[in-house]
């Protein structure tokens, strides 16, 4: 069955829930654009894995995301690589707390830029190529954004800032591009961070209807069913989150 190939960009795409959604994605015949900014051993080493299983059907692209110029030079150097861009998967984010006292300029600029600015800069870019093939934009959220959790003040900001690009976008790009989000709950914990110990992660794993963890794949399967297999969605926020958003305190 001979399919018209398909090109994605999946920001922060070299590891951990990024990693998951590029694999999936490339599983289901899609040709990929692996944004990253520091993971330059993960991005390599994914690359090589998937152009092992389909020659030439991974590329990387190296932009830091708070710089205004690599909104342009990702989706440029895309169309230089591929000719063409159907999908665009806002996944790369930073996270850590600012409590009243931490917040300062640079704070705001790193986590409202990574989580907020760059992807509406992106989807600006990327739109005049995505309506050319009915193309489809995917934000990665925060299921937690409706309860905001503590001295988390910028973050939550900058993600439910996320979630109403999300429902904005779909309203000014529609009918040509469709833009969902994901909402990942409990899925991977940070790296580098003692506040997620053993004690909080069993009340967190207790919070959920599953009373379980998820898993990166998890997200990615949302991802894929949101562009290839939901043509009548759009301005929707999919929580993958074992119910947790939904349980009473």
Same mark, same amino acid.
């Given at each position: 069955?001979?399919?018209?190939?398909?090109?994605?960009?999946?920001?922060?795409?070299?590891?951990?829930?990024?990693?998951?959604?590029?694999?999936?994605?490339?599983?289901?015949?899609?040709?990929?654009?692996?944004?990253?900014? +520091?993971?330059?051993?993960?991005?390599?080493?994914?690359?090589?894995? $998937?152009?092992?299983?389909?020659?030439?059907?991974?590329?990387?692209?190296?932009?830091?995301? $708070?710089?205004?110029?690599?909104?342009?030079?990702?989706?440029?150097?895309?169309?230089?690589?591929?000719?063409?861009?159907?999908?665009?998967?806002?996944?790369?984010?930073?996270?850590?707390?600012?409590?009243?006292?931490?917040?300062?300029?640079?704070?705001?600029?790193?986590?409202?830029?990574?989580?907020?600015?760059?992807?509406?800069?992106?989807?600006?870019?990327?739109?005049?190529?995505?309506?050319? !093939? !009915?193309?489809?934009?995917?934000?990665?959220?925060?299921?937690?954004?409706?309860?905001?959790?503590?001295?988390?003040?910028?973050?939550?900001?900058?993600?439910?800032?996320?979630?109403?690009? +999300?429902?904005?976008?779909?309203?000014?790009?529609?009918?040509?591009?469709?833009?969902?989000?994901?909402?990942?709950?409990?899925? $991977?914990?940070?790296?580098?961070?003692?506040?997620?110990?053993?004690?909080?992660?069993?009340?967190?794993?207790?919070? +959920?209807?599953?009373?379980?963890?998820?898993?990166?794949?998890?997200?990615?399967?949302?991802?894929?069913?949101?562009?290839?297999?939901?043509?009548?969605?759009?301005?929707?926020? $999919?929580?993958?989150?074992?119910?947790?958003?939904?349980?009473?305190?």
């Amino acid at each position: 069955m001979n399919k018209k190939k398909q090109i994605a960009i999946v920001t922060g795409g070299a590891k951990r829930i990024g990693a998951s959604i590029s694999r999936r994605l490339h599983k289901a015949n899609i040709d990929l654009i692996i944004h990253y900014k +520091t993971s330059e051993k993960e991005a390599i080493s994914l690359r090589d894995e $998937l152009n092992k299983q389909r020659k030439n059907s991974a590329s990387l692209i190296k932009a830091d995301l $708070l710089d205004p110029k690599s909104y342009s030079k990702i989706i440029n150097e895309t169309i230089k690589i591929y000719g063409q861009l159907n999908f665009l998967i806002n996944n790369a984010s930073t996270y850590y707390p600012t409590n009243i006292n931490q917040i300062d300029q640079l704070n705001w600029d790193n986590l409202i830029g990574s989580n907020l600015k760059a992807p509406l800069f992106l989807c600006k870019e990327a739109a005049p190529f995505l309506k050319k !093939n !009915n193309g489809s934009i995917i934000n990665i959220t925060d299921a937690h954004i409706t309860k905001p959790k503590e001295n988390y003040i910028i973050y939550s900001i900058a993600k439910a800032g996320l979630t109403n690009l +999300t429902k904005s976008l779909a309203q000014e790009l529609g009918p040509e591009i469709r833009v969902n989000a994901v909402a990942p709950g409990p899925v $991977l914990w940070p790296e580098n961070s003692n506040e997620f110990n053993s004690s909080y992660r069993k009340k967190v794993i207790s919070q +959920t209807m599953l009373k379980k963890v998820g898993e990166p794949d998890d997200v990615a399967k949302a991802v894929e069913f949101l562009l290839l297999n939901s043509n009548f969605i759009t301005s929707h926020i $999919l929580n993958v989150d074992g119910g947790r958003s939904f349980q009473s305190e």
